[in-house]
């Protein structure tokens, strides 16, 4: 039997026509949506979420393409475009009956809160990134031989068939790999979860790499929109990252000023998976948040 969140029940909720969410909902008070990175589920919350139960009303999704959620299939680029799934998520949250609530998002899902919070301003009260950059700003800083580190994104980005035959090769070493690597020690995922982590890549490689895709195209088309623009996160943001920048040759936190005025950057010694690794801190960073 798959891991749960332990106290959270369980549902799926339509959020369009043709996708429905597996969802897991626990506590009582102001809502906050928790969304998932990759190659985790929802249950990479499991500890931040009973935290904040205690005082809010929790809401972990897999995104779509992610987990037991839907998986649509088609050649549409907006199919998993970071618009659509944030569409998903404020569809999510009004069928629960929250016509405004607090969003944070680690790695993936992260990218899915950022363009919420730019189209949905008026949904999206509070927001949270953990260890991720805008889509745009990833691109550009991403360059010479450390991008190394992010081969993956380069791999997913190629034409539908190789990635998808590459990956589906040898699911469990890919997606393995990075729960090995990101991690900032042994322990952070057991086995039963990082199992469960494994199974659900293993039968979303498809959805996975157009998530990915779609990053590398109209994700960055949409970004860059929004910077010619002048869009701003309008809302209190809290990004937490691991200091990358010094490897990278980057300033994270002048990144993520330019779009967030309101904004409180966090840097953290611990790895990648931070929200399992420490989920006391993360917990505070979004308790402190939320009272912001």
């Known amino acids: 039997m798959a891991p749960t969140i332990s106290g959270f029940d369980y549902q799926r909720v339509r959020v369009s026509g043709d996708v429905a969410l597996n969802v897991a909902v626990g506590g009582s008070g102001p809502p906050i949506v928790l969304l998932h990175g990759f190659p985790q589920t929802h249950l990479m919350w499991r500890h931040v979420a ?109 034409p539908p068939g190789l990635p998808e035959k590459m990956i589906g090769a040898a699911p469990d070493v890919f997606f393995g790999h990075f729960l090995d690597v990101w991690g900032g020690g042994p322990g952070a995922v057991p086995s039963k979860v990082r199992a469960a982590y494994l199974a659900a890549c293993r039968e979303a490689v498809p959805s996975i790499v157009a998530d990915y895709r779609a990053s ?42 330019a779009w967030a005025p309101d904004l409180v950057h966090t840097t953290v010694s611990c790895g990648h998976f931070m929200a399992e690794e420490d989920p006391e801190l993360i917990a505070g960073e979004l308790r402190g948040l939320l009272r912001r």
């Open 50 to 158: 009973g935290d904040l139960a205690a005082d809010y009303t929790v809401i972990c999704p897999d995104l779509r393409g992610y987990g037991a959620s839907d998986k649509p299939v088609g050649a549409d680029p907006d199919l998993y475009a970071k618009r659509t799934m944030a569409a998903d998520v404020v569809g999510l949250g009004r069928a629960l009956g929250h016509e405004r609530f607090a969003l944070a998002g680690h790695d993936r899902g992260a990218l899915v809160a950022f363009r919420a919070g730019l189209d949905h301003p008026d949904v999206v009260t509070h927001l949270a990134c953990l260890d991720v950059l805008p889509t745009l700003d990833m691109w550009e800083v991403m360059r010479g031989t450390s991008a190394a580190v992010g081969f993956h994104l380069y791999l997913m980005a190629q």
């Open 216 to 257: 590398a195209t109209v994700d960055v088309e949409h970004d860059q929109v929004a910077r010619e623009a002048g869009a701003r996160l309008a809302m209190p943001v809290s990004v937490v990252q691991q200091d990358w920048g010094a490897a990278l040759g980057y300033d994270a936190r002048a990144v993520w000023a």
